[in-house]
């Protein structure tokens, strides 16, 4: 299984971050790439470079700020989990983005995308 980790650091507190990266269906707000999503239960569905990729949320801890999905449908991907956490650094915010998959090489693939999406995300919470 490959994994990868992409983090970066944001200047908002961490229940300000939180607030954007907690919100299972909001992730089209920040994301690029992402065109649409929606929630349907538990499935969040993406329309990106004309896929259509369905996540599971697997768990969402808010007390320790931690999200967890899988892709599940839509991807090259035998297996994937991600994991998004949150932790406060004072006034600001670490942010770190661990994902799991098969085939490796696909982490090394995510892992860029997500470091991007991390500071996309940056841009738009600082903002």
Same mark, same amino acid.
């Given at each position: 299984m490959?994994?990868?980790?992409? &983090?970066?650091?944001?200047?908002?507190? !961490?229940?300000?971050?939180?607030?954007v990266?907690?919100?299972?269906? /909001?992730i089209?707000?920040w994301?690029?790439?992402?065109? $649409?999503c929606?929630?349907e /239960? &538990?499935?969040?569905?993406?329309?990106?470079?004309?896929?259509?990729?369905? &996540?599971?949320?697997?768990?969402?801890?808010?007390?320790?700020?931690?999200?967890?999905y899988?892709?599940?449908?839509?991807?090259?991907?035998?297996?994937?989990? !991600?994991?998004? $956490?949150?932790?406060?650094?004072? /006034?600001?915010?670490?942010?770190?983005?661990?994902v799991?998959?098969?085939?490796?090489?696909i982490?090394?693939f995510m892992?860029?995308?997500?470091?991007?999406s991390? &500071?996309?995300?940056?841009?738009?919470?600082?903002?």
């Open positions: 490959g994994t990868g980790t992409a &983090e970066i650091d944001i200047d908002r507190s !961490a229940d300000d971050v939180w607030a990266v907690g919100d299972f269906g /909001g089209a707000g994301m690029t790439g992402i065109e $649409t929606r929630v /239960g &538990e499935s969040r569905i993406l329309e990106t470079m004309g896929m259509t990729i369905t &996540e599971r949320l697997v768990s969402k801890d808010d007390d320790g700020r931690v999200l967890t899988s892709v599940i449908d839509g991807a090259p991907v035998e297996r994937h989990e !991600a994991v998004i $956490t949150v932790t406060p650094t004072g /006034g600001t915010s670490h942010v770190t983005w661990l799991d998959a098969v085939p490796d090489e982490a090394d892992t860029s995308v997500y470091q991007q991390l &500071e996309a995300l940056k841009a738009h919470v600082e903002a």
